[in-house]
């Protein structure tokens, strides 16, 4: 196959894939949803990550935290706050700092690379640690703040593994598909007997933000607590599903030998089949695996057509 260096401008490359990440990821919950209803809901989570905290939103929601939090020290016994990308998640670690404790912030390799130099130059840099997950390190550096009693902050669903390969987790039905949920941290806090609390942020239909916590514990059972916070995450999901930043399922690595569609014997259709434009290659993303296929000119520009159609008759986006 020859492969043709296309002309797609690196900010519009972009977009198509975030639009083939987020289409893809949403899948696994929401099947019938169609790429621009997809769409609609990426652009309503990311002005969420736009969000700041005002003067009142921090006084209210330091309130909620402070009287959450007044019947046992976490200060002194230090906490692992189990969170989600829902809402405005950016604003967590800022809201957790009010409690006076160096806070240590579980990260992706991505993440970590993105944001670690930045941080480094803020006012927050002596109070926020990133660990990379991904970092052979990191499980010294989670033990460390464990038994120094410090906070610790974890998104599961995005920087604690790579889906099925992750060696520690639990099955988990989320929609359609099964939600590989790593147990590494629950199983952690259970044995340094470290208090853990469900956190995260959602903006509610009056457009106030609020501060959901689950109940404050001692894990006695990993297996258990997980399940009993996946229902928690479940429930808010369905309410608010345009709040979740779907990162779930995929890990969107082009493989270095990637499959040939046609060896696949897959009709390729749009909206199975998403374009996924990179430098020097034409790929299409496959919307229920997640997996890339390299594909030839003619192919990818007719699926990129049909995208193109629909997102213009809803968005005028090209």
């Not at 002194?76 to 806070?103: R, T």
């Not at 927050?124 to 997950?133: F, G, P, R, S, T």
């Not at 470290?194 to 501060?211: A, T, Y």
Request: neutral net charge; charged residues 20%; contains cysteine.
């Amino acid at each position: 196959m020859n492969l043709i260096t296309h002309s797609c401008r690196d900010s519009t490359a972009f977009k198509f894939r975030e639009i083939a990440h987020y289409t893809t990821n949403i899948y696994g919950v929401f099947p019938e949803l169609t790429t621009a209803q997809c769409y609609e809901m990426m652009q309503t989570q990311q002005s969420l990550q736009r969000l700041a905290l005002t003067k009142k939103d921090r006084e209210d929601l330091n309130r909620q935290l402070s009287a959450f939090i007044a019947p046992l020290d976490v200060t002194q016994k230090g906490c692992i706050w189990f969170s989600f990308h829902m809402g405005p998640y950016h604003l967590l670690p800022h809201l957790l700092l009010e409690l006076n404790v160096k806070l240590y912030v579980l990260v992706s390799q991505q993440v970590y690379d993105d944001y670690s130099q930045e941080l480094s130059l803020t006012q927050y840099n002596e109070n926020i640690c990133l660990i990379n997950v991904q970092d052979r390190a990191a499980i010294w550096h989670i033990n460390y703040a464990l038994k120094s009693r410090l906070q610790l902050l974890v998104y599961l669903d995005g920087n604690m593994g790579l889906g099925q390969q992750l060696k520690h987790s639990i099955q988990l039905p989320l929609g359609d598909r099964w939600w590989s949920l790593s147990s590494v941290l629950a199983t952690l806090a259970q044995y340094h007997q470290i208090p853990v609390v469900p956190i995260w942020l959602l903006i509610k239909p009056d457009e106030s933000m609020q501060l959901k916590l689950g109940k404050m514990q001692i894990i006695t059972d990993a297996t258990v607590f997980l399940q009993d916070l996946f229902l928690q995450f479940y429930h808010d999901l369905l309410h608010y599903p345009a709040q979740w930043k779907g990162w779930l399922f995929v890990h969107h690595d082009i493989r270095s030998t990637p499959i040939k569609l046609k060896e696949t014997k897959k009709p390729a259709s749009y909206p199975q089949f998403i374009p996924y434009p990179i430098s020097d290659q034409y790929f299409l993303l496959e919307r229920t695996t997640g997996l890339f296929y390299p594909v030839d000119a003619l192919l990818y520009q007719h699926i990129m057509r049909e995208m193109k159609t629909e997102l213009n008759l809803n968005f005028e986006l090209f």
